[in-house]
């Protein structure tokens, strides 16, 4: 690996300090310079809990400690807008995925929790970073939470696919929309040969139904010869990688959990919601599709002294109808995406 030095020798005489993106709007917006614990620990420059920046790592990369300064607790006052003694500027979560885990709906616990969108996080919270070989080799990350606890998760791919295929098919003419599309899935029959949503051919914009196409026929079945069949290969797909993610965190943490709890935009398609819980095997419970910005709300209401700390659950329960989904018979659990065998 280039080490930043290697790469830009004169950076080093250039550079005051480095602020991560939401601590430099911040600091735009008033606050003073700061580091969000969230973020730094998401960086990978941090100690694991992201409460101290990992010397041996800064040095490795070539990256001047002094770049950076004391990391901050999340859900804090960092300044103010413009100097005004009236108008906060509230580190309240300072990372996405921080966020949306704030603005899980009640539910029971141990739970697992799904930020679903065009990429998808699913992990678990603990309170303490996770640390051994097995962890590391399976791909997983601990990062914090807004309330200063660990999502120990793992990155998966969501429904870019998808949304790579209407792209594709409005090139070739082919009108297809979210509700007609998932309707056609719904008709189609569940799938028996599965592709791996996480395989590099995946990750690039491009002819995607071409490729799943491609995919499946390289697994031996018989490729999908409309929209709604594409559909349903990419859904069965990923409610197949979740479960064996879900799967595979209990086995990391050794816990079973008992349900999941799915936020994002992604939690509008019912299909992939119901497909998911019947691959899990647990109830899949439906919170805002907006969650990072409702997460954000709740750290910020939580700072300014306008809810408890633990009224987070209530405050959604009273806000939004939770959607539950329950596991239906399914042969879904019977296939596995060959990257998550390996990892596990």
Not at 182 to 204: G, K, N, R
Request: hydrophobic share 40%.
């Amino acid at each position: 690996m280039a080490t930043l030095h290697e790469l830009d020798p004169a950076t080093r005489d250039e550079v005051g300090r480095v602020l991560m993106v939401p601590d430099y709007v911040a600091h735009r917006l008033g606050a003073a310079p700061g580091w969000s614990q969230a973020i730094c620990s998401t960086s990978g420059l941090a100690e694991p809990g992201g409460q101290r920046w990992a010397g041996d790592v800064l040095h490795g990369l070539g990256i001047p400690a002094e770049w950076f300064g004391e990391i901050t607790p999340e859900r804090t006052v960092a300044g103010h807008l413009a100097d005004s003694p009236t108008v906060p500027v509230i580190r309240a979560g300072s990372h996405d995925t921080a966020c949306a885990v704030h603005a899980l709906p009640s539910s029971p616990h141990p739970r697992a929790f799904l930020s679903s969108g065009s990429w998808s996080l699913l992990g678990i919270e603990t309170d303490q970073p996770v640390l051994d070989d097995a962890v590391r080799e399976a791909g997983l990350t601990n990062e914090v939470r807004t309330d200063g606890g660990i999502r120990l998760l793992r990155n998966l791919t969501g429904l870019w696919i998808l949304q790579e295929c209407t792209r594709q098919w409005a090139r070739e003419g082919i009108a297809t929309t979210w509700p007609e599309l998932t309707h056609a899935a719904a008709s189609a029959p569940s799938s028996t040969t599965l592709i791996d949503p996480d395989d590099d051919v995946f990750q690039a914009p491009g002819d995607m139904p071409a490729r799943v196409c491609d995919a499946v026929r390289r697994a031996g079945g018989r490729p999908p010869e409309s929209p709604g069949e594409t559909a349903r290969v990419v859904l069965d797909s990923l409610a197949v990688s979740y479960a064996r993610t879900t799967e595979l965190l209990g086995r990391m943490t050794g816990t079973t959990p008992s349900c999941v709890v799915a936020v994002g935009g992604g939690t509008r398609n019912d299909l992939l919601n119901q497909l998911t819980a019947n691959a899990c095997g647990v109830p899949v419970a439906v919170g805002p599709a907006e969650a990072t910005s409702v997460g954000s709300l709740l750290a910020q209401l939580e700072v300014l002294g306008e809810i408890g700390p633990d009224d987070r659950g209530a405050v959604l329960d009273a806000s939004l109808d939770v959607r539950w989904f329950e596991p239906r018979p399914s042969d879904l659990r019977e296939f596995s995406p060959p990257s998550l065998e390996r990892s596990s």
